[in-house]
């Protein structure tokens, strides 16, 4: 992930240098994509040391008064809703905005609405954070792992005055959405807020696959001189279906729930995107029968799922734990039985081809036609099979 990758990219100049598109972009594809570290990411700021511009904003960015243009956030929005792209590219930079905005006025003391972005509203900064986000739409990454984010120590001279390394916007960025940070002996800021808000709202996954082809390698170099390069690599990758095989069983044993609220729970997670839901009766302490809650899924819904049997069961504590599973190559048909139409799972394994009639089709021919389930699925599977050989 490229997170990092801008992440760290490193102060500024890559950025956007580097079109940073790439940066972030990096890909990840599939996701993941690391970057290196270091540094700095986005740069920016970084020097904003210097204060200008740039390096405001940030931090503070903002408030002041200038002869620069301010806008608030909905001013961003408008610029953004104008557009000409699609609503996934859209809403990815309001988020990064939204992320900036929400650091400064935590930083101020202000109500979101009432912060305005001096630099980050400028038109380099929106330029950077839309252009983040087409070029990861138009990679077609699904996620990204962000490494930790190389930053300075000191302090950086800007708008505000002598502010101290990482600036605060930067830190309460950090704080909210768990970006890592690695410190370094350089002097002044290596991570701003807006390439910290970049890194937060695409990160995806906290860790890079176990094995993965690396497709593309994005590299920007920033103009601020560091003992180390200064530069920002994003790399994108592409998992393997042996990766995908890979999924993450959480349990946690329940005996206070409802069967009411095991019952919602179940439907929360399966509409979550589980992949399965599971209950089995146990006995637990004093003899107490109970309910373990199993629940299978990918490792991104992991902090989704968790959340859920958190806040829907009594449970103050979740296992966890990675397992492997086969998975026979599956398709859907429908087919048309003297029933009405019906919709087969079609399986394959080793040359051979199951048919499983869906429940949900056989249910319905059941309750409108007034048959039994057996002579339904039965025959919704013959005529699979039939149009299969035709």
């Not at 330029?127 to 000191?154: K, P, T």
């Not at 605060?168 to 704080?175: K, Q, Y």
Request: a negative charge; glycine letters at 8%; charged letters at 25%.
């Amino acid at each position: 992930g490229h997170g990092h990758e801008h992440e760290h990219g490193h102060e500024e100049g890559h950025r956007h240098e580097e079109g940073h598109c790439h940066e972030e972009v990096h890909g990840h594809e599939d996701g993941h994509c690391h970057d290196e570290g270091h540094g700095h990411e986005e740069g920016h700021g970084h020097e904003h040391e210097h204060g200008h511009e740039e390096g405001h904003r940030h931090e503070d960015g903002h408030c002041h008064p200038h002869p620069h243009v301010h806008r608030n956030l909905h001013d961003i929005y408008h610029i953004i809703d104008r557009l000409d792209s699609n609503e996934r590219v859209k809403e990815m930079a309001r988020t990064m905005f939204r992320i900036v905005a929400e650091a400064e006025s935590k930083a101020h003391g202000l109500p979101v609405e009432q912060v305005h972005f001096h630099e980050v509203g400028a038109i380099d900064s929106i330029v950077d954070i839309i252009s983040a986000a087409v070029c990861i739409d138009n990679l077609g990454v699904e996620d990204v792992v962000v490494s930790a984010l190389s930053e300075g120590h000191g302090h950086v001279h800007c708008q505000h005055g002598v502010l101290p390394v990482p600036v605060p916007a930067t830190a309460n960025i950090a704080s909210s959405y768990g970006l890592k940070l690695h410190f370094t002996d350089n002097d002044g800021e290596m991570v701003t807020p807006t390439g910290a808000a970049i890194a937060a709202a695409l990160r995806t996954k906290d860790r890079l696959p176990s094995s993965c082809r690396l497709l593309k390698v994005g590299m920007g170099a920033g103009n601020k001189v560091f003992k180390q390069a200064n530069v920002l690599r994003a790399m994108l990758l592409e998992t393997s279906q042996e990766e995908d095989r890979t999924m993450w069983v959480l349990e946690t044993n329940l005996d206070d729930c409802t069967g009411e609220m095991l019952g919602l729970a179940m439907e929360m997670l399966l509409d979550a995107g589980a992949a399965d839901v599971w209950y089995t009766p146990i006995h637990m302490k004093k003899n107490r029968p109970a309910y373990m809650l199993s629940v299978l899924c990918r490792e991104s819904s992991i902090e989704a799922m968790e959340e859920i049997i958190l806040t829907q069961t009594t449970t103050i504590g979740i296992r966890r734990y990675p397992t492997e599973r086969t998975i026979l190559e599956r398709s859907e048909i429908q087919v048309e039985t003297s029933y009405g139409p019906a919709d087969v799972k079609v399986c394959a394994y080793k040359g051979r081809t199951f048919f499983y009639p869906e429940y949900e089709s056989i249910r319905r021919i059941c309750r409108e036609q007034g048959v039994d389930f057996q002579t339904a699925y039965h025959q919704a599977r013959i005529k699979a099979e039939e149009s299969r050989q035709d």
